[in-house]
């Protein structure tokens, strides 16, 4: 008799974003006259630049002449790109060879399908509140998981104690949801501690564009050490809009060695079997985003963000709630006021001002009592839903 992977009756139910929809739908069919102001959403609202679109052409008529066209592309990714991904790592001052980076359709397959190469038997640490993908791809998988539960003390920042045990862990610096990001120092602490027990970390940089304050390190190869025992995971996603249009990468040093395997030459083997290669069209346009008119055209956008970001930032400091992230992340985590619950904020802010947001419990159980504020909607809703909260709340 058949048996299914009976990992999947352990998951969760993942009732936050189909809670928010419930919730923002009965609240529109009783009142169809009110505009929402959305600032729950995790997807860009801005459309990909013009370096983008003009490389989507190009390939586009590339496939439509015998000498230009690409059929299967190579599994790990084209070589013009896998240089050009190397090349902005390099211009950073990192030493990467182009056969260290792995082209992907983005970080969510990737952190998900990594696993594969790591025994069953590991254990995988991951901070809370986090990305609800680190929880449920484990939980796919019959991990044993480890939960760090950070804090307002740490400003959602923990490092490692005595206690504090796995052989994989998962960082997202700049994070989801928390915007809170890694100093040099304390990566550092996680780097050692790693290397220490010879534990990997997956290292999510999927925001690490946002990062503005330039002391901050955009990658874990910043670290001195981080080549052995570091993979580190990122995505066009909402760095240059390819949420719809799908790419990323992932960087594995070929220091990373364990029982004389090694990880860059297993996943070489894995995607070789387990894929054919991300689309020439795609890759093609990707490759602009890398040119310096393409880096000055996605931080146009990214600028954009960030200044709905300051827009948010100027009402919660007006209130004098607490928060971090906005400066170097899209996100926008604050202290719900009045020792309000999350969901009774959610609520509040709906009812109210029509400012829907996201509730921190939903990102585990340490986010009670937190609310999550994303940038990525259009600059009128935001600097609207800025005035709306001074308004209830001020
Ligand atoms: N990692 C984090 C922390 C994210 O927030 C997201 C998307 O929201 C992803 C990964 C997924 O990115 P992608 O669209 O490349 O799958």
Redo the contacts with the bound molecule.
Sequence with gaps: MLTPNMNYSHLKSSYLFYNIAQKTKAYLAENPDKHLYRLGI?DVSLPLCDAVIKGLHTAADDQAKADTFNGYMPECGAPFLRTKVADYYRARGLSLEDDEVFISS????E?GDILDIFDRSNRSLIIEPA?P?YVDANVMGGREIVHLPSSRDNGFLPLPDEITDAELIYI?SPN?PTGAVFSKEQLKVWVDWANERGSVILF?A??EAFIEDETLPHSIFEIEGARTCAIEIC?L??TAGF?GTRL?YTVIPKELVRNGMSFNDMWVRNRTTKTNGVSYIIQRAAAEVFTPEGQRQIHANIDIYKQNARTIMKALDELGIWYTGGKNAPYIWLECPSKMGSWEFFDLLLEKVQVIGTPGEGFGKCGEGFFRFSTFGSPEDTQEAARRLVSLLG
């Design positions: 995790g983005g970080a969510s397959d952190l990305y993908a997202c989801n999510d999927a925001y995505s996603s909402k949420t990323g």
